[in-house]
């Protein structure tokens, strides 16, 4: 059974930082393409970042340059560092896999998180 496991979220100010984490179980996260998706309030799921099992990132442009993802292999492990935290940044932020070593669109996903929330606000 495959079980990804989000953590990290909270509330923090603009300009704050935050790791979010995503533990994998029943799969081997270096061997699928993971991504992070958000959802905001009255927004569809997008994409933020995903990395292949090639270790080739891609982002959604209005997060590059403030958010980061990687992968802990001896963890199982996904992260997404995120910094320069804007209000507009709030989502409850979702992490998936999907086996393959390409980019893929929310629909091809094959497992997801629960999510966790991330809020910016003063």
């Known amino acids: 059974q495959v079980q990804l496991v989000e953590s990290g979220g909270g509330l923090v100010q603009p300009g704050g930082s935050l790791r979010l984490s995503c533990v994998a179980s029943?799969?081997?996260?270096?061997?699928?393409?993971m991504g992070w998706y958000r959802q905001g309030p009255g927004n569809p799921r997008e994409l933020v970042a995903d990395?292949?099992?090639?270790?080739?990132?891609n982002y959604l442009g209005s997060v590059k340059g403030r958010f980061t993802i990687s992968r802990d292999n001896a963890k199982n492990t996904v992260y997404l560092q995120i910094n320069s935290l804007k209000p507009e940044d709030t989502a409850v932020y979702y992490c998936?896999?999907?086996?393959?070593?390409?980019?893929?669109?929310?629909?091809?996903?094959?497992?997801w998180g629960q999510g966790t929330q991330v809020t910016v606000s003063s």
């Open positions: 990395i292949t099992s090639a270790g080739n990132t």
């Open positions: 029943g799969i081997i996260v270096s061997s699928y393409t």
């Open positions: 998936a896999a999907r086996s393959g070593g390409y980019h893929y669109t929310a629909y091809e996903y094959d497992y």
